[in-house]
């Protein structure tokens, strides 16, 4: 894979307990220019997003303990300005349309299978962070008032 940098500068937080998913996603993502944060657990990845809200976030679903569930809905739960509307993608191993629909009634934006094809993932994350909601912070105000 020819790194093509489309995600140049984009923070990720990338969510998986398997170390070799969570090293090839990493290193994929850091090709294309994105600025990773890896996370192997729930705790882990919600201090990485408090300390620094990514951009986008893709998330494994099935870990022991505490599950991709857990995080999606501590996420949603966060006001807009905490990050509570950041893009997050799902990654599971389960691949039917129940587990799909589950998935995106639980709060993600895509759910994509493992295991997962490196260009179908560039190219869902690129469709997210176009998707995404402006971030207050970063040159938007979080009230449209606030800029008159």
Not at 128 to 133: G, I, K, R, S, V
Request: with cysteine; net charge negative; aromatic share 4%.
């Amino acid at each position: 894979m020819a790194p093509l940098h489309d995600l140049q500068g984009v923070s990720i937080l990338v969510l998986d307990d398997d170390p070799d998913s969570l090293a090839l996603l990493t290193f994929a993502l850091r090709m294309e220019g994105a600025v990773v944060s890896a996370a192997d657990c729930v705790a882990a990845a919600q201090t990485s997003f408090l300390a620094q809200p990514p951009q986008l976030v893709v998330s494994d679903i099935a870990m022991p303990g505490t599950t991709g569930y857990d995080l999606i809905a501590w996420l949603r739960g966060l006001s807009p300005a905490a990050g509570g509307q950041v893009p997050v993608l799902a990654l599971t191993a389960q691949a039917s349309a129940a587990d799909r629909q589950q998935a995106l009634a639980a709060g993600f934006n895509e759910q994509l299978t493992k295991p997962v094809d490196l260009a179908l993932l560039l190219t869902v994350l690129k469709q997210l962070l176009q998707t995404a909601p402006p971030r207050p912070g970063l040159g938007e105000p979080e009230d449209s008032t606030a800029a008159l």
